[in-house]
């Protein structure tokens, strides 16, 4: 006798109410599902791909699963291995998720750039160095650093720098170098998640033109090594980004794309 799904369900004691159930069986097209906390929404989401795995016949790399931390991305892992476990205990029939693209979308990035699937000529490409927020901040914070960025676009020196950066992020000419550089870091992460390219943008502003000039130089410094790629978190989702879109066929890779707090999470059309 074939098992279904409410068959799992009770191996598990799982009761879904009625939207929980018709969310996890649904399999027709966009779906988007408000929940609070503590309502089972992780839980749904599992269910619901093993629901595409085991009762749809999707292989797990044609499913894009994602959330926005470490530890749910952790949690999404070992939730989805131990159900599928139940299953091959009752069917003896093995599912491999390791080539699944499941954790957080930094992960996935990084697994997307080196994914032979979404490039023209069936060759691998090389994983950049990834630096994260810490790296980043400490990276542009160094005084060396800062100060010849400063020097590089005009700026008398370091202070009057931080005074004109400060007073037109926030209204105050404070000398916090530490303030101006976590304004910084937030505009450059979002001209990279909105793919500018600062040499194509005209501006009568003159700081909003000295400050385009800093992300170049950000930029080109973190290309500065020929065969070894440097990006921050933002740059990562970018050049994914830039890889899924110079792949004519991206859209066939994945049959199914499951977000986790979707409030929280960069994601961009496979199309």
């Known amino acids: ?107 996935i990035c990084q697994k997307l750039i080196t994914d032979r699937r979404f490039s023209q000529d ?28 400063c020097l590089a676009v005009g700026f008398k020196d370091e202070i009057s720098g931080n005074m ?12 916090s170098r530490h303030k101006a550089v976590t304004s910084i870091i937030s505009l450059f992460n979002r001209f990279s998640e909105e793919s500018l390219d600062p040499d194509n943008v005209r501006t009568k502003d003159p700081t909003l033109a000295r400050l385009l000039k800093m992300y170049r130089l950000y930029l080109d410094d973190l290309n500065t090594h020929p065969l070894i790629k440097q990006v921050d978190f933002s740059l990562l989702q970018k050049m994914a980004h830039d890889q899924i879109c110079s792949f004519t066929d991206s859209a066939s890779i994945y049959k199914h794309i499951i977000i986790d707090e979707y409030q929280d999470t960069w994601i961009c059309r496979l199309n």
């Open 164 to 175: 004109l950066i400060n007073g037109y992020f926030g209204g105050f000419e404070s000398q």
């Open 1 to 107: 006798m074939k098992k279904t799904i409410e068959h799992y369900w009770k191996l598990k004691n799982f009761n879904p109410n009625d939207n929980q159930r018709e969310a996890i069986l649904y399999n027709k097209g966009p779906l988007f599902l408000t929940a609070g906390p503590g309502s089972g929404k992780t839980r749904v989401l599992l269910w619901r791909t093993l629901n595409l795995i085991v009762f749809h016949e999707v292989q797990p790399e044609e499913i894009f699963l994602s959330t926005f931390t470490e530890k749910a991305a952790l949690q999404l892992k070992e939730g989805l291995r131990s159900l599928l476990a139940i299953v091959t205990n009752e069917t003896d029939k093995p599912y491999d998720i390791s080539k699944m693209a499941l954790g957080t979308v930094h992960s």
């Open 122 to 149: 069936g060759m691998r490409n090389h994983a950049p160095v990834l630096m994260d927020a810490l790296g980043q901040y400490f990276k542009i914070y160094s005084r060396s650093y800062w100060t010849q960025l």
